[in-house]
């Protein structure tokens, strides 16, 4: 899956495309594709909608030097989160998909922070934080 990115929350990703890789969807079987709340192969056929309309999204965030994004969309009771990394230099240009999962309870801001920060290891403190306004991002920066 590539298409290209058109964020409208004041930075500049036009020049990049989303992607899934090989890598990203053997992570997310590994860790996410088992139990009661498991990614099975109808819930990547979302990932175009949490992209194009999250509920809430956090664009810019810091974690080893390097800057990523992270979507949250509520769909047919189950919040999916994706998160992707943000590849912009000579060689790579694309918002390539890093994890992907669920839950089960919907996500106000506050909990979506506390799970993109839960390990301490992430800055958000320059990211934007967005929530959609009737399925269109830029609500809130």
Not at 103 to 120: E, Q
């Amino acid at each position: 899956m590539a298409y290209r990115s058109r964020f409208k929350y004041g930075l500049d990703y036009a020049h990049l495309y989303h992607e899934v890789t090989l890598c990203f969807l053997q992570h997310v079987i590994k860790r996410h594709g088992q139990g009661e709340l498991a990614i099975v192969e109808k819930d990547y056929k979302k990932i175009p909608r949490i992209l194009k309309s999250p509920d809430l999204a956090v664009i810019g965030a810091i974690r080893k030097d390097k800057t990523f994004n992270v979507y949250a969309k509520r769909i047919e009771n189950e919040t999916f989160l994706f998160f992707d990394e943000v590849m912009d230099s000579k060689r790579n240009k694309a918002l390539r998909g890093s994890t992907f999962y669920k839950i089960k309870k919907p996500l106000d801001m506050d909990g979506f922070i506390r799970i993109i920060i839960m390990n301490g290891k992430s800055d958000i403190s320059r990211a934007k934080k967005i929530i959609a306004a009737r399925g269109h991002p830029g609500g809130e920066a």
